[in-house]
């Protein structure tokens, strides 16, 4: 039996997907005894892709290798899946189909956008802030197939993604994904870019995805909203400030005029914060007949607060 590496279609696309326990069965070679024991992940015409149990890595083994029992078993599930996908929402299980004719059964938990980020960093390639060369071999296939198909062009190695970062003249490449949260059958929960989906799920997927954009633009709407009532009320609240503070240098004129005049007496009070109430020592000048009332006016202007010690400040 010819097992062998893959990382075409869907299976390009799982980043670091998350592992819990999955049913799996043990497949056999038809002509030998060797075998695997792992759980279905995706298959095509010719071949399927198998996530091994204990090492969960990816094997793709060519289905004429495989015993009639699993032969079996690949076309009942394909020809289940065939009638399930005609009648399954985006939302339900489907089977879904790659540009490349690969199918993967799933069902879409979140539509989302996700950036992805190749730099180089005192000549260390990182991809989202993490070094290349501390990805397993798996997540390094995986990158390595994205940008190929991001770029246009093949990038099989580190060499190719430190070539891509020297293109760009230091600074980081950026790419924006759009796409789906998959969860598949093994319970692996998978991000998949659109780009990647056959054009008739892409129509399945449409109307979910203009909901979701519907809904980050009326969340982008109401932020800008928000933020304009809080610019609108601290302006509001700095022209009160200001205009209060206006006042009280008019306030405060009157009464030095008063004072000059002979009409009135500025007096200087000190003010202690009242037994329960959160506050510091502070004096206030206030203008008044005689000390008693000027007390009188500094408590009545700062609730909370007891008159202290006063002391004349005009000449009067």
Known sequence: MMFMFSVIGFVSLLFAPTIQDAESRTWKAGSSEYSIKG???AYNDNTVVLKRDRSEKLVAVEIAELSEADQKFVADKREKDKQDAAESPAEDWHTW???AGWQ???RVLAYGRKDLVVDRKSGVVT???KAFSSLDMLQQKLVLAVLSKLEGKTIE???DVRALTGSSKGEPKQYTLDGVMLELESKDHVPVPFFMFSEKD???LRSGWEAWLAAEQDAEA????DFLVRQEAMQYQRMQQRQMQHEQMEILKLNLLASAAGVTTIWEVALLPAPGTRGRPMTVVVSAPNSQAAAQVAVQ???GFVAGPIRKVSNN
């Not at 109401?222 to 909203?225: P, Q």
């Open 39 to 41: 759980v279905l992940v």
């Open 97 to 99: 189909t790659s540009q």
């Open 104 to 106: 993967i059964r799933g």
């Open 127 to 129: 991809i989202n802030g």
């Open 157 to 159: 190695n580190e060499a």
């Open 202 to 204: 892409l129509e399945l």
């Open 222 to 225: 109401r932020a800008r909203e």
């Open 301 to 303: 202007q700062h609730r």
